[in-house]
């Protein structure tokens, strides 16, 4: 019973966060990014100012759907920190699972929309990506321990696996490739490896 009540209150979570980030997006086209308040775009879905920022941290963040924390991602991140398996297959096996929950190709259009309206948003999708790479370094550096050169290992990790994401995703929206995500990262990882064996091997 409990369970049930607290994946409905979930549920009904994911709704207003999705309904607050489509409202932001329709006053964005319609008035511009400054051409509306907190407090309006609260006032289209009906919520209010408290409950936005138990959302988003600022009103760039709801226009691009970087919502606080899901507690479906806290799942997976926990996950991730129970394994005792290979630590970049483990971080691999979890960028693909945050991939197939979040699925950013759903919300792409519409961000590429928001963009080209309002260049200087940018910055903000910039300072997100930061923030997350962040995260995910604090996350490896819990799982590994604060030993010798756990950070920077937790940092090389995170900034290679970010440029094989890039380039899976360009396949994706920018040519088209029907391969799933998991295949496309996965492949370009057994590359990375391979190129990167062959370097040993010459020195």
Request: aromatic share 8%.
């Amino acid at each position: 019973m409990n369970e049930s009540a607290d994946s409905l209150r979930e549920q009904r979570k994911r709704e207003t966060s999705r309904a607050l980030t489509e409202a932001a997006r329709a006053l964005t086209a319609d008035h511009g990014f400054a051409g509306f308040t907190i407090e309006e775009l609260c006032a289209e879905v009906g919520v209010s100012r408290r409950t936005f920022f138990n959302y988003f941290e600022s009103k760039e963040n709801a226009v691009f759907g970087f919502a606080v924390i899901d507690s479906r991602q806290e799942q997976l991140e926990a996950d991730f920190l129970s394994q005792d398996g290979d630590l970049l297959d483990d971080f691999i096996d979890l960028t693909i699972r945050r991939f197939d929950l979040f699925n950013p190709l759903d919300d792409a259009p519409a961000l590429f929309a928001v963009i080209e309206q309002e260049p200087r948003l940018l910055k903000a999708v910039f300072e997100q990506l930061s923030k997350n790479e962040r995260r995910d370094m604090a996350l490896i550096v819990r799982r590994t321990g604060s030993g010798t050169d756990a950070a920077l290992r937790a940092e090389v990790i995170v900034h290679t696996v970010g440029a094989l994401v890039r380039l899976c995703m360009d396949q994706l929206l920018h040519h088209q490739s029907t391969e799933p995500f998991a295949d496309l990262l996965t492949r370009r990882l057994d590359v990375a490896r391979s190129a990167y064996a062959l370097s040993q091997k010459d020195h």
